[in-house]
């Protein structure tokens, strides 16, 4: 049985420049993003950043390379603004640099909603009765984040590899709880599960070119980023595995009811102050103006 959000039919990317057309008299700039899934809280998002731009609609093209096209065939057109997740385009060296295109100075902009106050503020909307205090003396973001760079540091580095040499095996669409169990608050990997995917990887290298060995590749990446520390994986850890895992922390930890990502995302993202995307501000009023 297919969701509600499922049945609804998408709207593709001729459809949406169309569209674009047609709102040209309610929108100052016309914002370009990737997914339709994040419309909503970016929307949410650019609102926030831009209170003095009047922004009625923005225009999810689906995927980045969508984007990128159309970033193409409108530079100079300084009322079209395009912003793309950075993913691992730094790392892969692969950033595009169109003055009108704009990257996340994170992966996603899942990465941008981990703020320890917009948590608090999700926890206490589910649990009104929970004081401030109390949240923030049991609940250690930092220490989480370090645990959960811990536990994805080496699954990460696995997908840099992949997204590298090996385009035709999956990566990072893969769940983390494909790879970790969640027990009594903390991940728990799965070595069967992680064991079988280096060794697709190690047979597809094999068959890119049989020199190619995964233990060489992995010290390759892995001397490219080593994502040693919280600013580090808050940067370059998908940003989809770091909010379910946080979420999965605090569902557990303060007995929430289990809800939707997509739910928990624009809650955050309605008491984020996005402070770390002032460089993303600066940019475009600089692009705009």
């Known amino acids: 049985m297919i969701t509600i959000e499922e049945s609804i039919p998408t709207r593709n990317t001729n459809y949406r420049l169309a569209e674009d057309i047609f709102y040209l008299q309610f929108n100052e700039i016309s914002f370009f993003i990737e997914d339709e899934d994040q419309e909503n809280f970016f929307f949410c998002i650019l609102k926030n950043l831009f209170p003095d731009i009047q922004i009625d609609k923005i225009f999810p093209l689906n995927r980045k390379e969508n984007v990128i096209n159309e970033s193409n065939e409108n530079i100079g057109n300084k009322k079209k603004v395009f912003i793309v997740d950075k993913d691992f385009d730094d790392i892969l060296n692969k950033i595009n640099n169109n003055d009108n295109l704009f990257y996340l100075d994170r992966y996603s902009i899942e990465n941008h909603l981990i703020e320890k106050d917009a ?24 220490a989480n984040i370090q645990n959960i760079n811990n536990k ?32 009594n608050g903390d991940f728990c990997l799965k070595p069967v599960q992680l064991n079988r995917y280096k060794l ?22 892995k001397e490219i980023v080593n994502i040693n ?10 940003g989809k595995y770091l909010v ?3 979420k999965q922390v605090i569902e557990s930890l303060f007995g929430l009811v289990s809800r939707n990502v997509e739910s928990f995302c624009y809650r955050l993202s309605g008491n984020c102050s996005f402070t770390s995307l002032n460089g993303l501000k600066l940019s475009i009023e600089q692009y705009i103006e």
């Open 152 to 183: 994805l540091s080496e699954l990460i580095h696995l997908h840099l590899v992949v997204q590298k040499k090996c385009s035709r095996i999956k990566n990072i669409s893969l769940n983390h709880e494909r790879f970790f169990d969640f027990n």
């Open 229 to 238: 520390n919280n600013q580090l994986c808050i940067k370059h850890v998908p």
């Open 244 to 246: 379910k895992m946080i």
């Open 200 to 221: 697709d990887i190690q047979t597809e290298l094999s068959n890119i070119d049989g020199r190619l060995k995964l233990t060489s590749q992995f010290k390759k990446v």
């Open 119 to 142: 948590i608090v503020e999700y926890i206490i909307g589910e649990k009104p009765k929970l004081k401030r205090a109390d949240i923030n003396n049991l609940f250690d973001l930092e």
